[in-house]
């Protein structure tokens, strides 16, 4: 057994499928399951061809796992070409390639395919670890190619292994000036990776009662913050993205397009400023801090005071806002608004309607009906918890405000918000999040998918919308201070709120801080900030055809300095033992009369030096014997390797020359 695997990890082919396996490993979570299993048994079948010939497939049945991988992506995919199926398929047919590979031109072939792989893998995911895992994979590549053209040198596996990383080592000046300097266009080269959307903000334009109790399960990142002064209290931090007008009885709706001809929003105090780089989520909202005074570029504000982008967004997006904490908007209600905010779906949820119009008969004024809603949330047995009972019957509200009374924020949001409507109050839902969490480290404001919220919206006279929060009449701490906070000891919590270790909350703010400049500067890296960081640098707007100077320059520069330094640096030879030793022997000798030739070669050196030192002549031998299959056979261990240092340091050639010359003159 272990005969065999030697002879199976010393062919070439091994060393093109373990390049190949470690680009498909990332893609496998991506494909259909049978297709890893066919990669597998095509490895397996080639590594065993290595022992037993016999076992490689005639070309007529490849035809036939070529069609059949066709046709299996096409009722998968439902096409041939795009990403994802373009993808899957072209890792199926290197597989197959595999099986009619022989010769070192095939390998060669596969290994180059192999790096078009690794680009392939970007189109998916460019986090941190993916590329950190491509740097490596492209070391291993590397490294086949000099295994491919060893020949029957045998090189040590430490040895092909620096040899790589010295070869990418050098390559990666010239990539970071070419990732700086490289004219960059507007848009993405490639179309949108998929983990841009794995971070998407999760919010759907639809609430419906148990949706963002899903949502806080994900602890993903929706956008970051950075202040230009302080942070705002916690309980100031609403980031508002969606308002929902239209109700069925069950899930909340944007509803048609509100049709208030003139918005207005009057502003208190001094406005707070900050930028937001936010997630790609493949729509075009923006979020805000309520209540944004303008609007930043490319983008428009809406009837509802919402931001949207003009193109959606498929990169993180950088963005300068300011807004103002203490406004009033809408200060004279629309009829459409009017109409929108009491429309209530007929024969739903009647228990609540009834008790809004109870209130409506008790109370004269409208805060008053909002107080004591919120006093009754607050007073009577209701539990704010992530696992809320489901509500299957036709008037979840109902069921809810007067059978469960366990909910999240979704719950009462709606409740609250179809109470007042019934009271005659105009009232709509919010969709966004609410508060976040300050990264010691950068102290950058960071807004996770567990920090999504939904609270209500209602016009009073004199005040205009106002918003009214239910949640933090049930948990105040969910909004003063986090969601962990307003748990009861009781409540299953997420894997990411269980962490009670300082360490490693403290490497998880560290990593935050490492992506948040990840993002910024690689992922985000585009036409504007290219000429943001040049024009810091030299004091004024660079032109593409500068640009392309300096590319062009520097890529000289960088060239001819690692010429130089590689003419320099000691060659690889000597950085080997053997050949220090013997280079220190050659020395010894040239010292005592016997120079070696630049063309002579070790054996030949050898017998001459025999000859003149005589006596010495078995030391001599056995020094090149070991040098010998060290730098052409990698046969020799260490303890040959001391051997060879020991009959060097006491090898006698000094009296062994007097001889002689003192024989030539007799």
């Not at 997630?279 to 005071?305: I, R």
């Not at 033992?577 to 010292?591: E, S, T, W």
């Given at each position: 057994?272990?005969?065999?695997?030697?002879?199976i990890?010393?062919?070439p082919?091994?060393?093109?499928?373990?390049?190949?396996?470690?680009?498909?490993?990332?893609?496998?979570?991506?494909?259909?399951?049978?297709?890893?299993a066919?990669?597998?048994?095509?490895?397996a079948?080639?590594?065993?061809?290595?022992?037993?010939p016999?076992?490689?497939?005639?070309?007529?049945?490849?035809f036939?796992?070529?069609?059949?991988?066709?046709?299996?992506?096409?009722?998968?995919?439902g096409?041939?070409?795009?990403?994802?199926a373009?993808?899957?398929?072209?890792?199926?047919l290197?597989?197959?390639?595999?099986?009619?590979?022989?010769?070192?031109?095939?390998?060669?072939?596969?290994?180059?395919?192999?790096?078009?792989?690794?680009?392939?893998?970007?189109?998916?995911?460019q986090?941190?670890?993916?590329?950190?895992?491509?740097l490596?994979?492209?070391?291993?590549?590397?490294?086949?190619?000099?295994?491919?053209?060893?020949?029957?040198?045998?090189?040590?596996l430490?040895?092909?292994?620096?040899?790589?990383?010295?070869?990418?080592?050098?390559?990666i000046?010239?990539?970071?000036?070419?990732?700086?300097l490289?004219?960059?266009i507007?848009?993405?080269?490639?179309?949108l990776?998929?983990d841009?959307?794995?971070?998407?903000?999760?919010?759907?334009?639809?609430?419906?009662?148990?949706?963002?109790?899903?949502?806080?399960?994900?602890?993903?990142?929706?956008?970051?913050?950075?202040?230009?002064?302080?942070?705002?209290?916690q309980?100031?931090?609403y980031?508002r993205?969606?308002v929902?007008?239209?109700?069925?009885?069950?899930s909340?709706?944007?509803?048609?397009?509100?049709?208030?001809?003139?918005?207005?929003?009057?502003?208190?105090?001094?406005?707070v400023g900050y930028?937001?780089?936010?997630?790609?989520h493949?729509?075009?909202?923006?979020?805000?801090?309520?209540?944004p005074?303008q609007?930043p570029?490319?983008?428009q504000?809406?009837?509802?005071?919402?931001?949207?982008?003009?193109?959606?967004?498929t990169?993180?997006?950088?963005?300068?806002?300011?807004?103002?904490?203490?406004?009033?908007?809408?200060?004279?209600?629309?009829?459409w608004?009017n109409?929108?905010?009491?429309?209530?779906?007929?024969?739903?949820n009647?228990?609540?309607?009834?008790?809004?119009?109870?209130?409506?008969?008790?109370?004269?004024?409208?805060?008053?009906?909002?107080?004591?809603?919120l006093?009754?949330?607050?007073?009577?047995?209701?539990?704010?918890?992530?696992?809320?009972?489901?509500?299957?019957?036709?008037?979840?509200?109902d069921e809810?405000?007067?059978?469960?009374r366990r909910?999240?924020?979704?719950?009462?949001?709606?409740s609250?918000?179809l109470?007042?409507?019934?009271?005659?109050?105009?009232?709509?839902?919010?969709l966004?999040?609410?508060?976040?969490?300050?990264?010691?480290?950068n102290?950058?404001l960071?807004?996770?998918?567990?920090?999504?919220?939904?609270?209500?919206?209602v016009?009073?006279?004199?005040?205009?919308?106002v918003?009214v929060?239910?949640?933090?009449?049930?948990?105040?701490?969910r909004?003063?201070?986090?969601?962990?906070?307003?748990?009861?000891?009781d409540?299953?919590?997420?894997?990411?709120?269980?962490?009670?270790?300082?360490?490693?909350?403290?490497?998880?703010?560290?990593?935050?801080a490492?992506d948040?400049?990840?993002?910024q500067?690689?992922i985000?890296?585009?036409?504007?900030?290219?000429?943001?960081?040049?024009?810091?640098?030299?004091?004024?707007?660079?032109?593409?055809?500068?640009?392309?100077?300096?590319?062009?320059?520097?890529?000289?520069?960088?060239?001819l300095?690692?010429?130089?330094?590689s003419?320099?640096?000691k060659?690889i030879?000597?950085t080997?033992p053997?050949?220090?030793?013997?280079?220190?022997?050659?020395?010894?000798?040239a010292?005592?009369?016997?120079?070696?030739?630049?063309?002579?070669?070790?054996?030949?050196?050898?017998?001459?030096?025999?000859?003149?030192?005589?006596?010495?002549?078995?030391?001599?031998d056995?020094?090149?014997?070991?040098?010998?299959?060290?730098?052409?056979?990698?046969?020799?261990?260490?303890d040959?390797?001391?051997?060879?240092?020991?009959?060097?340091?006491k090898?006698?050639?000094?009296?062994n020359?007097?001889?002689?010359?003192?024989?030539?003159?007799h």
């Amino acid at each position: 057994m272990n005969t065999r695997l030697h002879t199976i990890t010393r062919d070439p082919v091994f060393w093109v499928i373990l390049p190949l396996a470690l680009v498909i490993i990332p893609h496998l979570q991506r494909l259909p399951l049978w297709m890893p299993a066919l990669i597998v048994l095509l490895f397996a079948v080639r590594l065993g061809a290595v022992i037993q010939p016999a076992l490689m497939p005639r070309k007529f049945w490849l035809f036939v796992v070529a069609v059949f991988v066709s046709i299996g992506t096409v009722m998968h995919y439902g096409t041939l070409f795009g990403k994802a199926a373009g993808t899957a398929i072209l890792i199926c047919l290197l597989g197959i390639k595999l099986l009619e590979s022989c010769s070192t031109r095939d390998y060669m072939l596969l290994i180059a395919l192999s790096f078009f792989i690794i680009v392939t893998n970007f189109l998916f995911t460019q986090n941190i670890p993916t590329a950190l895992f491509m740097l490596c994979t492209v070391v291993v590549l590397v490294m086949s190619l000099i295994t491919l053209h060893q020949g029957s040198a045998a090189l040590d596996l430490r040895w092909r292994l620096r040899a790589a990383s010295r070869l990418v080592a050098l390559a990666i000046p010239l990539m970071l000036v070419m990732f700086i300097l490289f004219p960059r266009i507007s848009g993405p080269l490639w179309h949108l990776p998929d983990d841009a959307l794995s971070g998407r903000t999760g919010l759907s334009d639809t609430m419906t009662p148990g949706n963002i109790a899903q949502l806080i399960q994900s602890d993903e990142l929706a956008f970051r913050v950075e202040f230009s002064s302080n942070k705002p209290a916690q309980d100031k931090l609403y980031w508002r993205a969606l308002v929902l007008w239209q109700f069925d009885g069950r899930s909340w709706k944007p509803g048609k397009q509100n049709e208030n001809t003139r918005p207005t929003l009057e502003g208190f105090g001094n406005p707070v400023g900050y930028t937001i780089t936010l997630e790609p989520h493949d729509k075009t909202w923006l979020f805000a801090l309520d209540m944004p005074k303008q609007v930043p570029a490319n983008a428009q504000y809406n009837n509802n005071f919402l931001l949207r982008s003009k193109d959606k967004i498929t990169s993180p997006y950088r963005y300068s806002l300011q807004s103002f904490l203490e406004y009033r908007i809408e200060y004279e209600l629309s009829r459409w608004e009017n109409n929108a905010g009491l429309t209530l779906p007929p024969d739903s949820n009647p228990r609540t309607v009834q008790l809004a119009q109870q209130w409506r008969t008790r109370f004269d004024n409208d805060e008053d009906i909002v107080r004591h809603a919120l006093q009754q949330f607050n007073r009577q047995n209701y539990v704010y918890t992530l696992q809320p009972p489901p509500t299957l019957s036709a008037n979840p509200v109902d069921e809810f405000l007067f059978e469960s009374r366990r909910g999240f924020c979704e719950h009462y949001a709606s409740s609250f918000t179809l109470l007042m409507r019934a009271a005659g109050i105009p009232a709509r839902v919010v969709l966004g999040y609410q508060g976040g969490t300050v990264n010691p480290v950068n102290n950058v404001l960071t807004v996770r998918q567990s920090d999504a919220h939904a609270w209500s919206e209602v016009w009073l006279q004199n005040r205009g919308w106002v918003r009214v929060d239910p949640t933090a009449a049930i948990a105040p701490n969910r909004v003063e201070r986090n969601l962990d906070s307003a748990l009861g000891a009781d409540e299953i919590r997420p894997l990411y709120m269980q962490i009670d270790n300082s360490v490693l909350r403290q490497m998880k703010f560290y990593w935050d801080a490492i992506d948040n400049r990840w993002k910024q500067w690689v992922i985000g890296y585009g036409p504007k900030l290219q000429q943001q960081l040049l024009q810091s640098l030299f004091n004024r707007d660079i032109h593409y055809s500068e640009m392309t100077f300096m590319l062009m320059t520097a890529i000289g520069a960088i060239t001819l300095l690692l010429a130089w330094l590689s003419f320099r640096s000691k060659t690889i030879a000597e950085t080997d033992p053997a050949q220090k030793l013997y280079n220190r022997f050659c020395k010894r000798l040239a010292r005592q009369g016997v120079p070696r030739a630049r063309s002579e070669g070790p054996l030949d050196f050898a017998r001459r030096a025999a000859q003149q030192f005589p006596s010495q002549q078995p030391a001599i031998d056995l020094i090149t014997k070991i040098y010998i299959n060290s730098r052409y056979r990698s046969q020799v261990q260490a303890d040959q390797i001391e051997k060879m240092k020991i009959l060097i340091r006491k090898l006698d050639v000094s009296q062994n020359h007097s001889a002689a010359g003192a024989a030539r003159k007799h």
